[in-house]
T-cell receptor
């Protein structure tokens, strides 16, 4: 069974721009969660989507948004990028079991 | 919300020795506790997990123990090997309709040959 895939793997953007990241979950998994990983803050939960609905949201500003499609693929968008948004963005898929399996991440650098 | 604390932040062990990482959590409603291993340039890899109705779980050289009363859980790696060198994260979640994982800060494990 193929694992979680994320595209692109690396991105360089300029402050003020927006970016869209994509995540394809493991086949059959219906929940997709997004996390931000930085050296200073560690792994922080952004949001979770299940059956195209946002089921949970972390403490991030409204510039961070996401969506899920009918095939369970998910995208997250960050608008008006700030230098502090530089991070590794990880998505994880799960359901029906609790186990969450992570993708390799998208490394976003904001200059 | 849930707060997970993880200790130590770094751990250096001789090959063949055991390694122990400890975590505490604050939310008594948390009932699922996974452990992840992250190697450089990769996403976290689920290595073992435990649910609140179980006190201990083993998988070859890895074991996890859970003390619900004290709200702490631990990862034990026996007979460490160089390929065990990585960053390890503990996490906790309520599960059910809440899949949000709250992570510890991570432990960098170095296995000396």
């Amino acid at each position: 069974k193929a694992g979680v895939t994320q595209t692109p793997r690396y991105l360089i953007k300029t402050r003020g721009q927006q970016v869209t990241l994509s995540c394809s979950p493991i086949s059959g998994h219906r929940s997709v969660s997004w996390y931000q990983q930085t050296p200073g803050q560690g792994l922080q939960f952004l949001f979770e989507y299940f059956s195209e609905t946002q089921r949970n949201k972390g403490n991030f500003p409204g510039r961070f948004s996401g969506r899920q499609f009918s095939n369970s693929r998910s995208e997250m968008n960050v608008s008006t990028l700030e230098l502090g948004d530089s991070a590794l963005y990880l998505c994880a898929s799960s359901f029906p079991s609790y186990e969450q399996y992570f993708g390799p991440g998208t490394r976003l650098t904001v200059t | 919300g849930e707060n997970v604390e993880q200790h130590p932040s770094t751990l250096s062990v001789q090959e063949g020795d055991s390694a122990v990482i400890k975590c505490t959590y604050s939310d008594s409603a948390s009932n699922y506790f996974p452990w992840y291993k992250q190697e450089l340039g990769k996403g976290p890899q689920l290595i073992i997990d435990i649910r609140s109705n179980v006190g201990e779980k083993k998988d070859q050289r890895i074991a996890v123990t859970l003390n619900k009363t004290a709200k702490h859980f631990s990862l034990h790696i026996t007979e460490t090997q160089p390929e065990d060198s990585a960053v390890y994260f503990c996490a906790a979640t309520r599960g059910s309709n809440d899949y949000k994982l709250s992570f510890g800060a991570g432990t960098t494990v170095t296995v000396r040959a």
